[in-house]
């Protein structure tokens, strides 16, 4: 019988079937931080269990940590407290820290795939939703909640029920301006927010197959923003490229025998999925979004809906209200304050070189404060290596240490009540970028041209 | 976790559409260590003003409404992993969220804090929020071995879905974690058994 990619690896994955159609899932990589970790290890203690598998955990320290004097000690004490409790477990518990001064510190689902610890076929789970990023790999990847994370600490299994799958195609060629971020933020607005809850989605078409690893995890990031449970796509070339002498990627002979496994790992032409959607390519162009959830995304030289379904206009214009935009209304012109390119979304090289290419030789407007945050000190180390550190400096933008910073605003790098950032992290909520902060979700590219303008614009009209 | 078998209570009304766990809790509440203390915190930035003080018009600072019920709009639960957030609802008395469904990450964690998440079609929705606008002081009965929701006052009753291991745990309150180390021995046999192990 014709069978999906998702179902491959899962069925590779199950221990034995459980009571009430559950499975028994085994992990083989649970990525761990400071945030959704300690209740979950208080728990080991308080039922008195040992912690499974260690070597099968990596630890990095990420959400709360401050990207300004990364070697001082962490200010905020509760922040502090935190990252030191992370600290005391894993030497506690024998799991490797990836911590601050750590030379390979950085945000969870940027660090996975750069230490080659994530790799396709393989189950990852981490306490946190944009564990979905590792499914770029081919790997069924998903954020789970803090019981969970002490389900595996204590078996290395999840007891699960098989998502149904979805499969999403994008064919064509994407035009001039138009990423990875534009592809996945045209899906969603496409889908909403919540059009794949209840799915593990599959991403195709040869629009998908062109985008390198760091477009993919970019596209995979951001599956929960449609609630899907995660997303994937089948590993090719690229991926075997990407991956390949990586620290803890195969080497020699196993490396030869994980290659001719990783080649049987594609849905088979038959396959019949329980949803099927399909988006042309050439159709998408650069997006921004105007609410305050993911899905609330538009062409940036269209215009906010001006009608809706009668049971979603209260939603819909709370969310509104809280952006200070009105229905039919465009956005070009509107003046931005804050301009954040980072987060375990966009803050790949490949993201810090995009702006960089687009901002040399020019100068961030005035009135924008704008902030790049390195999803690792690999990346930060590369940007600087290649220079990138002195074009973003001369075009007054800030590049600050590793970890998820504005993203969710856990630290200090906070967005004010009722300014504007675009932001080329993953989430609009209200709110999520420090209380009253308004965030315009967008790609690298539509960031650092609004950053330069100072104000929303039609890029296709400023690219270099 | 806590047992739950009926629960007889009235509800808190929020009729809107994808509630996510950012504003059940927002991130800036998530530095605690443990499980405790995070209902004070609920909906923070929709209950205060930024100077602490409560806004009148939303629904929890509302004294007509009360209950450990909540029901809600579409898509609740959606955005970020945190199980804080069902902690924080755990916390600040809610047993069941009703909606017409739930973002699948919320949904396991409300199972495995003791919060049922409890889903019914958009139609029946909204007839409960009706229900409650006439009423606020409406009750409602909810019966999870029988799996119903019911209002006496009007005779309305409801079924709802749930899986039949997850209910037997709620029931119980087992969790998991129980049954999954008790399975240790199958899960060393999968682990010697398997051909590749990267």
Request: net charge negative; with cysteine; proline share 5%.
């Amino acid at each position: 019988m014709a069978k999906s990619l998702f179902d491959k690896i899962w069925e590779a994955h199950v221990v034995q079937p459980a009571p009430g159609g559950l499975d028994i899932v085994y992990i083989d990589r649970h990525l761990i931080h400071e945030v959704t970790s300690p209740q979950a290890f208080d728990e080991l203690e308080a039922r008195d269990l040992p912690l499974f598998r260690p070597a099968r955990i990596l630890a990095t320290a990420d959400h709360n940590v401050p990207t300004r004097n990364q070697h001082l000690p962490i200010e905020e004490p509760l922040s502090r407290s935190q990252v030191d409790k992370l600290t005391a477990n894993c030497a506690k518990y024998g799991v490797e820290l990836y911590g601050l001064g750590h030379a390979r510190q950085g945000i969870v689902h940027v660090i996975g795939p750069e230490l080659g610890l994530t790799l396709p076929g393989t189950t990852i789970v981490c306490g946190d939703s944009h564990t979905s990023t590792h499914g770029a790999f081919g790997a069924v990847a998903f954020g789970i909640g803090t019981s969970q994370v002490a389900q595996v600490m204590a078996t290395q299994c999840l007891l699960l029920s098989r998502p149904k799958r979805m499969r999403i195609s994008i064919d064509g060629d994407l035009r001039p301006g138009v990423t990875a971020k534009d592809l996945i933020l045209y899906v969603i607005s496409q889908l909403g927010t919540g059009g794949a809850t209840g799915y593990f989605v599959e991403y195709a078409g040869s629009a998908v197959r062109a985008l390198s690893m760091e477009g993919r995890m970019t596209v995979c990031n951001m599956s929960i923003e449609m609630g899907a449970r995660g997303g994937l796509i089948a590993p090719d070339e690229t991926t075997f490229a990407y991956v390949q002498g990586r620290p803890y990627a195969p080497k020699e002979a196993a490396w030869d025998q994980a290659v001719a496994y990783w080649k049987t790992l594609f849905s088979d032409e038959d396959t019949v999925f329980d949803a099927e959607h399909r988006f042309d390519a050439a159709a998408i162009t650069p997006m921004i979004t105007y609410g305050t959830n993911p899905g609330m995304g538009i062409a940036l030289n269209g215009h906010i809906p001006s009608k809706v379904p009668a049971s979603e206009a209260e939603s819909f214009d709370k969310s509104l209200q809280y952006m200070g935009f009105q229905r039919g209304e465009s956005l070009l012109g509107k003046e931005i304050n804050y301009v954040f390119i980072g987060s375990c979304t966009n803050s790949r090289i490949e993201d810090l070189r995009a702006v960089a290419a687009y901002v040399r030789g020019k100068q961030k407007a005035g009135h924008v404060e704008a902030i790049i945050v390195p999803g690792s000190k690999q990346v930060e180390q590369q940007a600087i290596a290649e220079g990138l550190d002195k074009i973003l400096a001369d075009a007054g933008f800030e590049l600050r240490e590793p970890g998820c910073s504005a993203c969710l605003a856990m630290n200090e790098d906070k967005i004010p009540a009722g300014a504007y950032c675009v932001a080329t992290s993953n989430r609009n909520f209200e709110g999520r970028q420090g209380p009253g902060s308004r965030t315009l979700l967008a790609s690298p590219l539509v960031a650092a041209i609004t950053a330069v303008q100072g104000r929303i614009v039609d890029i296709t009209q400023y690219l270099n | 976790m806590e047992k739950f078998q009926t629960l007889h209570s009235s509800a808190v009304p929020l009729p809107l559409e994808n509630i996510d766990t950012d504003q059940i809790i927002p991130a800036r509440f998530l530095k605690a260590t443990t499980r405790e203390g995070f209902g004070e915190n609920l909906f923070c930035d929709w209950r205060r003003n930024p100077d602490g003080s409560p806004k009148p018009e939303f629904v929890l600072n509302d004294p007509k409404y009360s209950g450990q019920i909540l029901l809600a709009g579409k898509n609740f639960g959606c955005g970020s992993s945190r199980e804080h957030a069902a902690w924080a609802l755990d916390d600040a008395g809610f047993r069941v969220v009703i909606s017409s469904y739930f973002a699948d990450i919320f949904r396991g964690n409300a199972l495995n804090t003791g919060l049922l998440p409890l889903q019914v079609t958009d139609a029946e929705l909204n007839r409960l929020f009706a229900l409650v606008e006439r009423d606020a002081a409406t009750q409602f009965v909810v019966n999870l071995p029988e799996q119903t929701l019911h209002v006496p006052a009007t005779g309305d009753s409801f079924h709802f879905d749930i899986d039949a291991y997850k209910k037997e745990c709620l029931i119980n309150g087992y969790d998991d974690i129980d049954y999954l180390v008790s399975q240790k021995p199958a899960i060393e046999a999968y682990e010697q058994a398997r051909t590749w192990n990267w």
